[in-house]
Nanobody, 126 residues
Framework: QVQLVESGGGSVQAGESLRLACAVS???????????MTWFRQALGKEREAVAS????????FYAASVKGRFTISQSEAKDTLFLQMNSLKPEDTAMYYC????????????????WGQGTQVTVSS
């Protein structure tokens, strides 16, 4: 069973930065396989949305329009940790952030993902 554990959330002022991390481990986790890692977020009362994705094949990335230019997704060289560097944070970035893994090509639909972390809360005040 693959395990995902997020960390790095917190409370910050608008304009500040945070770096989220997602540690990937567990039986059956093959870091050489073709898969997609995605950061999702869910604000109170809203649907879960994909924020940024990275695919192991070529390192192709995707960013939601709302975060493009401010957030950067990356993986450690060992491919056992996923990162999300969040700069110029805004109050509308406030949400629970989750990392998720999908074997195969990337998708924006939460229901397509195989494994999820427990989430880390990000709160941005104005």
């Amino acid at each position: 069973q693959v395990q995902l554990v997020e960390s790095g959330g917190g409370s910050v002022q608008a304009g500040e930065s945070l770096r989220l991390a997602c540690a990937v481990s567990g039986y059956g986790y093959n870091k050489y396989a073709r898969y997609c890692m995605t950061w999702f977020r869910q604000a109170l009362g809203k649907e879960r949305e994909a924020v940024a994705s990275i695919h192991t094949e070529g390192g192709t990335t995707f960013y939601a329009a709302s975060v493009k230019g401010r957030f950067t997704i990356s993986q450690s060289e060992a491919k056992d940790t996923l990162f999300l560097q969040m700069n110029s944070l805004k109050p509308e970035d406030t949400a629970m952030y989750y990392c998720a893994k999908l074997t195969g090509w990337c998708s924006l639909r939460p229901q397509d993902f195989d494994f999820w972390g427990q989430g880390t809360q990000v709160t941005v005040s104005s």
